[in-house]
Structures are given as C-alpha cells and as structure tokens.
C-alpha cells in the first residue's frame, strides 16, 4: 500500500513557527520518522509540502489516482478551501485530516473545516506525534480496502 503525507502553507516551517503551539519538531524531523515507520511497515511513502494551494490540488489528484492513502495537513487552507475538499471527493481519495495543534481550543475560524465531512477521520492536538498517529490509522485501512 501507498501513502501520501501532503502539507499545506507553512509547514515549512514547522519547528521554529510560533513553537508555544506547533511545538520544536521539524517538517524534516517528521519525514524521516515517517520513512523509517514507512519502510518497517513496508509501506510506500510520499512526504510533501507546498504553499500553494492548486498544488496541494494536484497533489490531492495524484494520490487519489494512484490509490494511495492521504494523511493531509492543509494548515489554513483547511479553514478556506472548497477546492481541496472537491480534490478529495473527485478523486475518492482515503484520507484523514490532520493538524498538529488542537484547533478547537483556538480561533473560532479553526473550528470549522472543508475538507472534513469527506475525510475518513481527523486527528488534532498531538503535536508532531499526529503524523505518526495517522500513518498507523491509515495503514489498516489501506490494507483492508486491498484485501
Ligand atoms: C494547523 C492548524 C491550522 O489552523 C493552521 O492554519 C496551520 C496549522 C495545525 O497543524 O495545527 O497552519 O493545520
């Protein structure tokens, strides 16, 4: 099975952006996590960042396409965009939402989010350990939507 890590505006700077909320791990650090869980669980791994949005679109595509699971962190465009939910819709895309922070407990406009009626599930408020979290949320049903 394939999956798709996708992240959205300022992700890049995940580690030293407001650390009080997002914490002190690294983009970086996270995607060489996700390739050593990747490779124990023999799983194929796409770890990408973009700040713009109709690339976060194409990427959408591209793994939905592929039939690769989503983990997405679209950061504010999670708040704003209806074009990133139609590319997980479009393409039927298995996917979980997730944010590092609990946007619940933040602004208002973190409360609501596009993309989460057509996503699997949403995980928010474990810091970096997030991605780890989805990536063994996914897998399973990866590997049962392949059974
Ligand atoms: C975020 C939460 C969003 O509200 C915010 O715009 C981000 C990051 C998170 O990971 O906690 O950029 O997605």
Redesign the pocket.
Known sequence: VAVHVLN????NLLGTREPG??GSVTLADVEERLKARAAAAGVDLTFRQTNFEGELVTHIQQAGLAGAGIVI????Y??TSVAIRDAIKGVDALAIE????N?HA?EEF?HHSYMAPVCVGVI?GFGAAGYDLAFDAIVPLLQKRAA
């Open positions: 959205g505006p300022n992700l909320t997002y962190n679209a950061g504010a999670t708040h997730l944010h590092v922070s946007v933040r973190r928010c």
